[in-house]
T-cell receptor
């Protein structure tokens, strides 16, 4: 069974810092991995999707990497801003279990002005 | 452009009452549709998904059911709510063109059972 773990559970940083969020998964037979952002009481916003054949994806100040062999993905946020404060979730889809996302429990980020 | 709507945004229901949450998608046809639940302090759990009208797959045994009466409508229901049904319910859609399509989520419904 696939298990997805996110570390740390919570993170508080001053504005302007570069930071890294971690996601690990136990079953390396993934099809893709997706990073989401969730604001309090809101739905999810998709940030980046990495195919299993890719090693990283970039969008603005965000960079996500994927290392299937070690079962890890990282989300790098450059020059953090207070508006980045949210919970960040990673999720994987397995090759042999179509349509099912396995989600981590998230990292709650607080960027202080 | 495609949009997804969920309602209501919040709901307070007594134990034993029925439930109906609705989700609709606009701007696309024959989407894959999903219901997730996020319990307090826990990650998202897939409850149901549907690849077409009348086609429902259940991921976990529970007190809830889902239906897809129309192509872009997905309904989550219960005949008698339990305290354990409290949580944040999210509907999502994706295109059916392959596994490399991201899922897009609605704003969610916060359900509190008293």
């Amino acid at each position: 069974k696939q298990e997805v773990t996110q570390i740390p559970a919570a993170l508080s940083v001053p504005e302007g810092e570069n930071l890294v969020l971690n996601c690990s998964f136990t079953d390396s037979a993934i099809y893709n991995l997706q990073w989401f952002r969730q604001d309090p009481g809101k739905g999810l916003t998709s940030l980046l999707l990495i195919q299993s054949s890719q090693r990283e994806q970039t969008s603005g100040r965000l960079n996500a990497s994927l290392d299937k062999s070690s079962g890890r993905s990282t989300l790098y946020i450059a020059a953090s801003q207070p508006g980045d404060s949210a919970t960040y979730l990673c999720a994987v889809i397995l090759r042999y279990n179509f349509n099912k996302f396995y989600f981590g429990s998230g990292t709650k980020l607080n960027v202080k002005p | 452009s495609q949009t997804i709507h969920q309602w209501p945004a919040t709901l307070v229901q007594p134990v034993g009452s029925p439930l109906s949450l609705e989700c609709t998608v606009e701007g696309t046809s024959n989407p894959n549709l999903y219901w997730y639940r996020q319990a307090a302090g826990r990650g998202l759990q897939l409850l149901f998904y549907s690849v077409g009208i009348g086609q429902i797959s259940s991921e976990v045994p529970q007190n809830l059911s889902a239906s897809r009466p129309q192509d872009r409508q997905f309904i989550l229901s219960s005949k008698k709510l339990l305290l354990s049904d409290s949580g944040f319910y999210l509907c999502a859609w994706s295109t059916n063109r392959g596994l490399d399509q991201p899922q897009h989520f609605g704003d969610g419904t916060r359900l509190s059972i008293l």
